[in-house]
């Protein structure tokens, strides 16, 4: 019945950054024991050398033009490497390897210098990596859980730090549940259509539909529940209540990292189970797919709520924690794009454009927090920034960059970023949630431009501390939101290949 | 033999009463047991679907034994968690670790 697969036919060479980065974190896993205690640098030092190779590797093969209809799969179709593959590692790498940078400094004064913070920020990574590239619906359950496993210990780091343990089990207990309702989604999938393969559900969803079979309630079951649960992941509305709470209590070098992160796999899993698995799912009558009104509902309320509760907040963690809630509403937009015909391929890339842009701007805010924080955690308000500008200059300037790109303004990575979105939203006849982003876009300038406010022009002694790789790693953020907002080109250069051909 | 809606409605209960244990009760040991009874739901569901569709292919089969993977490395965590929290709380009631409000 088995015949034993050679070890060419998994084709290894297709899997090669996540691969590397696989065999990277564990090799570190056992080098660290070796590290003494007082010289974690060298850990952090490799877990970027393992880092830039990968993100090296991703690299050289970003500017191939593959589709998924001729796209190497790997490991008989579990793993697919294509442009959305390959655009979604290089998203996750960077944000890892910033991640890197902005917690060596953090951890050591505040004493929670370890060497496994980096291998499992390393296998976090990976599994974000392997959410992109799924092909298979048991790629993205393993993914997202080697994905959140290691974020929920991260968010316990700080374990001498009620705040912090009691984030770790709320984030813990409430992404089981989500992964619940996601495998039990998944089951349903694979009950109504007889495959786990996106292809194959791509294929029976047709004939499922031809035979106008009550199965296609099962299969609506499911693909709602699999929402669910990527909306999770992802901070979509009725499924939000962790993120200020996760943020606020989570070390902040661990919340700069997953942020973005965990967004950036829950997203990026539902343009390959929505786009590539389910986009012919349509109901008779309706003219979209079956899960295009459900996600478009979601945006709203996300970017609703998310935006409006954000003005409330005094402190930082929070205000940015309700403003990644509201992020996650525009990007949804695009997602919900992806259910007209013909708007897919634009929107997928609109996705992958806002993620890459929110890498850099969201990372870079959380690391200015992560200076301006105190030793025990605290000093994370609004009003501890007042007066910064007087006290560091170019660091409260680097806020602004990121608090502008937030916002969406001109000449900033976040308004690429929303541009491509709002455009996708308007190219599949979505109208009114567009609208509402817009809307919502201009209640989010200002509590953003509060932040630059308090920075510049009330006194204070805003203080900070900056120590090398943090430095370089607010300015890495820094430069890149401006370049990428300088020349839009390179984002869309980068989505330019991102085609999910349909079937496979 | 059993039709299979028997068991997907077996299926169906289990995931239930785990949601009902998550949402209920107040015990962090317990809210871990609704977890892997809502996990274990899905298992009957693979392995159903995977016999009365498609025997030929292991595909249900193989995924049943994913799911038990992740479980265990989920119990893990989770319970690593809550030790952590009994140390220093010598308690683990989900409500007495309420700092942060929803």
Sequence with gaps: MFTVPSLSDLNLAATLPATLLALGASVLLVLDLFVPKGRKALTAWLALAVLGVSLIVALLSLGDVVDLGTGEGAFFGLY??????????VIVLVTAMLGVAVAYNYLERTGMQRGEYYVLLLFSALGAMLMGAAGDLVTVFVALELLSIPLYILSGFRWRDEGSEESALKYFILGAFASGFLVYGIALIYGATGTTAFGGIWAATRDLLAADAATKYVLLLGAGMVLAGLG??????????WTPDVYQGAPT??????SVAAKV???AALVRVLAWGLPDFVLSGQSAAAW????????ALTMILGNVVAVAQNNLKRLLAYSSIAHAGYILIAVAAMGTAGVANEAARAVVIYLMAYAFTNVGAFAVIVAVERDDGGHTDIDNVRGLAKEQPVLAASMAVFMLSLAGVPLTAGFVGKWF?????LAADLVPVTVIG???????????LRVIWFMYFEEGEGKAQIAWPLAWGISVAAIGTLILGFFPYLLSDMARGIALAFGG | MIPLWMYLVVAAGLFVIGMFGVLSRRNAIAILMGIELMLNAVNVNLVAFWRYQTPTKLSGQAFAAFVFAV???????????IIGIYRRKRSVIADDVNLLKW
Excluded: R
Aim: proline residues 2%; charged residues 10%.
């Design chain 1, 253 to 258: 070098s661990v919340v700069a990292y997953m």
């Design chain 1, 292 to 299: 295009q009104s459900t996600v478009w509902l979601i945006a």
């Design chain 1, 232 to 241: 999770f992941k992802v901070a979509a509305v009725p499924f939000h209540m």
């Design chain 2, 71 to 81: 479980a265990a490395a989920e119990a893990a965590v989770g319970l690593a968690l």
């Design chain 1, 265 to 267: 796999g829950g997203f």
């Design chain 1, 421 to 425: 979105v709002f455009k996708a939203g």
């Design chain 1, 438 to 448: 817009v809307l919502t876009s201009a209640i989010s300038a200002y509590y953003y």
């Design chain 1, 80 to 89: 697919i490497a294509d442009s959305f593959t390959d655009a979604v590692s």
